[in-house]
């Protein structure tokens, strides 16, 4: 069983930034692609975004992409998400998620991941 487990989360100023590690047990994370969903009270999980294996390639949604970045250390079996700029509406649940087809750039939807960290709370101030 892969084991997720997100951390960095919280309290932050609109304009802050965080940065969530999201370290694995699993010997062959270089195996995995990885993602970063964020979700909040009764509303879908959403993509944030996704590192090939390698980390040569990233993909972001529009409501991140130059505010966000995603990093991943094989040796260290950790995935980063460093977040700049912070806005209120940044404020949810961040979770972290594997996905075996490790070499395709562009697959954002929830289903498509099989392994789930528990989450990180972050939470954006005015």
């Known amino acids: 069983q892969v084991q997720l487990v997100e951390s960095g989360g919280g309290l932050v100023q609109a304009g802050g930034s965080l940065r969530l590690p999201c370290a694995t047990n699993?010997?062959?994370?270089?195996?995995?692609?990885m993602g970063w969903f964020r979700q909040t009270l009764g509303q879908e999980r959403e993509f944030v975004a996704r590192?090939?294996?390698?980390?040569?390639?990233?993909f972001y949604a529009d409501a991140v992409k130059g505010r966000f970045t995603i990093s991943r250390d094989n040796a260290k079996n950790t995935v980063y998400l460093q977040m700049n700029s912070l806005k209120p509406e940044d404020t949810a649940v961040y979770y972290c998620?594997?996905?075996?087809?490790?070499?395709?750039?562009?697959?954002?939807?929830?289903?498509?991941?099989?392994?789930w960290g528990q989450g990180t709370q972050v939470a954006v101030s005015s």
């Open positions: 998620a594997a996905d075996r087809i490790s070499g395709m750039l562009v697959r954002s939807t929830p289903e498509q991941y099989v392994y």
């Open positions: 699993e010997r062959s994370f270089s195996n995995y692609a």
């Open positions: 590192i090939t294996w390698s980390g040569r390639q990233t």
